[in-house]
C-alpha cells in the first residue's frame, strides 16, 4: 500500500515567497517620512493656532489681559497676574523646526492683539494696529511645508501655508 503525499506548500517554498514580497514592498513603496513630518508640521501649528484663539477668547470673557509666549514648539497662554491656563511641551519630532518670530503677544479685553514687554514699571504695551502688516508669532515646518500662524491687529488668527 502506497501512501498519498499530502498536497501544499514546503516551509522553504513560503518563506522564498515571503522573502520576495518584502523585497518588492520594499522598493515599490515610497518614504513616507516626508508625508509624516508634513502631517506633524500641520498638526503642531494647528494646536498653536488654537491656543492663540483660546487665549483671545479668554480676554474677552474675562476683559482681561492674557498673553501667548511661543517656546520652540510649544507654548503657554497665562493671565497678566500670572495664572497660566494652557502650556504645551516642545511637541516636534518626525523633522518638525519650528521658529518663534514673537517674544509674546497679548490680547487686551477687547480682543485686539498687543505686543507687551514687562518692564520696571510692570508690564507696558503697545497695540499692533501700529504694525503695517499681520503678526506672526511662529513658522512650523516639516517635510518640505511650512505653516505661518498670524495674528490680524483686531486679533484674528489664520494658519496658512507658506
Known amino acids: 500500500m502506497k501512501l498519498a503525499r499530502a498536497a501544499g506548500f514546503t516551509m522553504v517554498e513560503l518563506m522564498v515567497v515571503l522573502a520576495i514580497a518584502a523585497i518588492v514592498l520594499l522598493v515599490a513603496l515610497p518614504d513616507l517620512r516626508p508625508q509624516v513630518a508634513a502631517m506633524d508640521a500641520k498638526s503642531v501649528a494647528s494646536g498653536m493656532a488654537d491656543a492663540l484663539q483660546y487665549a483671545r477668547q479668554y480676554a474677552l470673557n474675562t476683559s482681561n489681559l492674557v498673553t501667548f509666549t511661543p517656546s520652540g514648539c510649544g507654548y503657554t497662554v497665562a493671565t497678566a497676574s500670572g495664572t497660566q491656563l494652557l502650556s504645551s511641551g516642545s511637541a516636534a519630532g518626525h523633522g518638525v523646526s519650528c521658529q518663534p518670530l514673537a517674544k509674546s503677544v497679548s490680547f487686551l479685553g477687547d ?52
Request: hydrophobic share 35%; glycine share 16%.
Open 111 to 162: 480682543g485686539s492683539v498687543s505686543l507687551c514687554t514687562q518692564g520696571v514699571n510692570g508690564l507696558s504695551c503697545s497695540p499692533a494696529s501700529a504694525a503695517s502688516s499681520p503678526i506672526a508669532p511662529a513658522v512650523i515646518s516639516g517635510g518640505g511645508s511650512s505653516w505661518t500662524i498670524a495674528l490680524s491687529s483686531g486679533g484674528l488668527v489664520s494658519t496658512n501655508p507658506s
